[in-house]
């Protein structure tokens, strides 16, 4: 992220798409992350 120089603004959001009620196998679960970002040197 600094590479690119943008940052993290606010909390980090996560979407359960398919989990546990869905279907016990772990590996058919699925979660979706969210992170807010914004440019840390003011451009678009």
């Known amino acids: ?13 996560e979407y359960y798409l398919h989990d546990w009620h869905d ?3 772990p590996t058919e679960w699925e979660t ?7 440019r840390a040197d003011g451009g678009n």
Do not use: A, K, Q
Request: no cysteine; proline share 13%.
């Open 32 to 38: 979706e992350t969210g992170w807010p970002i914004f």
């Open 1 to 13: 992220m600094t590479g690119h120089e943008i940052s993290v603004d606010g909390p980090l959001r």
């Open 23 to 25: 279907t016990p196998d």
